[in-house]
């Protein structure tokens, strides 16, 4: 009897913290983007627009600190600064290694040291980095910067700088 | 009053269940994301929440399982693990069945730390479980599921909060990683305490076994001395956790309850009867022998209610506690007329008769003994306790009665629902389990 008043206490206070994380959960969605649902997963298994996994991985992976490319408190704009990285002597490859990798190195602005880092993906596939670096080159109004004679990232080209066991 | 404190220390429970999970929202947070995504990383912190809090219901604390009874914090420690590791493995199956590329990340060689540190934990957690829920068919012996079960639960936490931080996209800012690591430090120091600090702080307050009396067949009185200091204060009724002949940070330490009077606390007693692996040994423990007492604990007391009379009901060695409030009732000159219903097999198995008899002298004192087992000329009830035996006994409405049951676990429940559909109210029937764990 009175352990069955302990199982309902649990299950009381477990529903009460699912409710609030179902509650948090709704209060922070936002539409996933156009396309079919789940087109990464799809990516692997039957095809789709490499646009479409780009903007899915996108959202997925990178919305979260990028937002829609402007700038953040901390967080440097992807609206024009991808492309001035990309452009940069060694920026199209820099690009591939951040992804892949991430980055975590100290720097110094005005006398206040920081720590700048970049979480490395090397869970998601060759095609997936391309697609999602390509995504990036062309949103929110990027493309207008790229130079006219650009080649896209390939999966291959991600593969070529993964690195090796 | 005491429902108040109890409804106060599980809001207090939410709320700190809830602290990585606000942490994790409290700003500069990441925008939004698609609601599935959101839903899985919020149920992995409150997962989290959950597992940091499973060390506080276990550390002791007299204040936190007062209002509901040490037996009860940890028979909700132990559902309300396993509904953590259930919140916890939704987190990657929502992202898997939401987006299947994820399931890459269950992969251990992907190289990346922050998704291996989040599998090893969820492995850790539901080991936790499996050996927990299985033991014995697994052959896992108590002494080793309790030195796996504080590993494993320390190292699930620890990987656990590495894969917060190393994910790093809720606490990207130095604070937020600060105020989430001291948070759970501060949970797993509580096992530190528990199992490292508080032994060394019992082993300066050691106590000598003076002798270990027999009583009827199976069963003994543990009699200890504390060595140059005074005594333990404690409610009659209550429990210590003791080390007997072990070192203080050994894990071998066994729940039981004060048999002798609160009022002579430089001389305890524990009725004991012949269960298991070290009960069974008790009759060959030396006097001199050393014991580290842990207590007092536990809500089984006659000083924690205002009763005008007590209805006080023992099976077997559940005698233990109920005659520990005798003794000191009688001490303490109470005059509150006491019943007393005491349920053995057999009358050759009537722990402490003598002792009752005394005590039905000097109390307003009536015992009914029940066999299981009625021998030739047992004039008494045989048989199970039963409604018709304890009907007589049950006060009317208005009466300030309390009722005390100890016994086995299949008594417990059986004379509970005769209480309960006699009318007892159930903030009127206090229990106390023998077999803790």
Redesign the interface.
């Known amino acids: 009897m009175r352990y069955t008043r302990i199982g309902l206490a649990s299950y009381a206070i477990g529903a009460v913290l699912v409710v609030t994380a179902v509650g948090v959960a709704w209060a922070r969605r936002r539409p996933a983007p156009e396309g079919p649902p789940s087109a990464v997963g799809a990516a692997a298994s039957g095809p789709t627009s490499a646009q479409d996994v780009g903007a899915t991985v996108y959202d997925a992976e990178c919305s979260g600190c990028h937002g829609t490319g402007e700038a953040r408190r901390g967080i440097p704009a992807l609206r024009g600064g991808a492309v001035s990285l990309f452009t940069a002597e060694g920026g199209r490859e820099y690009l591939i290694e951040l992804l892949l990798d991430g980055r975590v190195r100290r720097a110094e602005t005005g006398g206040i040291a920081y720590v700048q880092s970049h979480p490395g993906y090397p869970r998601l596939s060759d095609a997936e980095v391309a697609a999602v670096l390509n995504h990036m080159l062309v949103s929110w109004g990027n493309d207008a910067f790229l130079p006219r004679e650009t080649i896209r990232y390939t999966a291959a080209e991600v593969a070529a700088r993964r690195p090796r066991p | 009053m005491r429902l108040h404190t109890g409804l106060l220390l599980?809001g207090l429970?939410?709320v700190l269940?809830?602290v990585p999970?606000l942490v994790g929202?409290a700003p500069?947070t990441?925008?939004?994301?698609?609601?599935?995504?959101?839903?899985s990383?919020?149920?992995g912190?409150?997962g989290l929440?959950?597992l940091a809090l499973q060390f506080a219901l276990i550390a002791r604390f007299r204040r936190i399982s007062q209002p509901f009874g040490i037996d009860?914090v940890m028979?909700?420690h132990r559902?309300?693990g396993i509904?953590t590791v259930l919140?916890v493995l939704a987190h990657p199956v929502i992202l898997i069945t939401?987006?299947?590329?994820?399931a890459?990340?269950l992969?251990p060689?992907?190289?990346?730390p922050?998704?291996l540190s989040g599998v090893l934990a969820t492995v850790a957690m539901v080991g936790l479980v499996v050996v927990s829920l299985w033991r014995r068919p697994l052959g896992v012996g108590y002494e080793a599921w309790r030195v796996s079960h504080g590993l494993l639960g320390v190292s699930a936490l620890a990987l656990a909060q590495t894969h917060v931080l190393l994910?790093?996209?809720y606490v990207?800012?130095p604070w937020k990683y600060a105020a989430l690591a001291a948070w759970s430090t501060a949970f797993v120091g509580l096992i530190v305490y528990l199992r490292l600090l508080k032994p060394l702080e019992l082993a300066r307050r050691p106590w000598r076994v003076v002798e270990v009396r027999p009583d009827v067949a199976g069963t003994w009185s543990l009699v200890i001395e504390p060595e140059g200091r005074e005594g333990l204060e404690f409610a009659p009724g209550q429990f210590a956790w003791l080390k007997v002949g072990r070192s203080a940070w050994s894990v071998e330490e066994h729940p039981f309850s004060f048999s002798s009077s609160a009022e002579r606390p430089a001389r305890l007693e524990f009725g004991i009867k012949e269960l298991g692996d070290f009960t069974g040994r008790i009759g060959a423990v030396a006097p001199g022998t050393r014991v580290l007492v842990d207590g007092p604990h536990g809500s089984f007391s006659c000083d924690f209610h205002a009763a005008t009379d007590l209805l006080l009901i023992a099976g077997g060695i559940g005698i233990s506690p109920i005659l520990c409030m005798l003794r000191t009732l009688a001490d303490r000159g109470d005059r509150r007329p006491l019943a007393l219903v005491y349920a053995c097999s057999r009358w050759d198995r009537v722990a402490f008769r003598s002792e009752l008899t005394d005590l039905e002298h000097r109390l307003d004192l009536r015992i009914v003994y029940v066999l299981e087992e009625g021998h030739e000329g047992w004039a008494g009830p045989a048989g199970y306790v039963t409604r018709e035996l304890l009907m007589p006994l049950i006060g009317d409405d208005d009466a300030q009665q309390q009722v005390f049951l100890c016994g086995p676990d299949g008594m417990m429940?059986a004379v509970?629902?005769i209480l309960?559909d006699a009318g007892v109210p159930?903030d009127r029937i206090s229990?106390e389990r023998f077999q803790l764990v």
């Open positions: 599980i429970y939410i269940a809830l999970l929202l500069p990441p925008a939004g994301r698609a609601f599935w995504l959101e839903l990383v919020a149920l912190f409150v929440g959950q009860l028979q909700y559902e309300i509904l919140l939401w987006r299947p590329a994820y890459r990340m992969d060689l992907s190289g990346d922050a998704a994910t790093g996209l990207a800012v429940t509970e629902r309960l159930s229990l």
